[in-house]
């Protein structure tokens, strides 16, 4: 099992969901998520600090995928980044084992 954050500009966040359940749809698989709301920071792009300065924000989402689903995401991160060019997208994988 992989894990899988995606750090967004909140003006993208409903692209990333619409594909992200489209994916779950055509592959037969539940989709499932955790959203975090209000996240703030610096990437490639201006900061995202939801202040007077910097007043956007970006959102995270925590995903445990299996293996065989890590390309799927990859390709939804690389059609987001062809439609959204300038706009902070991100995804990190690292391995995950549930404990129980």
Request: charged letters at 25%; one cysteine or more.
């Given at each position: 099992?992989?894990?899988?954050?995606?750090?967004?500009?909140?003006?993208?966040?409903?692209?990333?969901?619409?594909?992200?359940?489209?994916?779950?749809?055509?592959?037969?698989?539940?989709?499932?998520?955790?959203?975090?709301?209000?996240?703030?920071?610096?990437?490639?792009?201006?900061?995202?600090?939801?202040?007077?300065?910097?007043?956007?924000?970006?959102?995270?989402?925590?995903?445990?995928?299996?293996?065989?689903?890590?390309?799927?995401?990859?390709?939804?991160?690389?059609?987001?980044?062809?439609?959204?060019v300038g706009e902070g997208a991100a995804a990190?994988?690292?391995?995950?084992?549930?404990?129980?």
């Amino acid at each position: 099992m992989k894990r899988i954050e995606v750090i967004l500009t909140q003006a993208i966040e409903e692209d990333f969901v619409a594909l992200y359940e489209k994916a779950c749809r055509q592959s037969f698989s539940k989709c499932k998520y955790t959203k975090i709301n209000d996240v703030v920071g610096q990437g490639n792009t201006d900061p995202k600090l939801g202040d007077a300065i910097w007043p956007q924000l970006n959102v995270m989402f925590v995903l445990y995928v299996e293996e065989k689903f890590v390309p799927v995401i990859a390709n939804i991160m690389k059609k987001l980044h062809k439609k959204f060019v300038g706009e902070g997208a991100a995804a990190f994988i690292s391995d995950a084992k549930e404990l129980i």
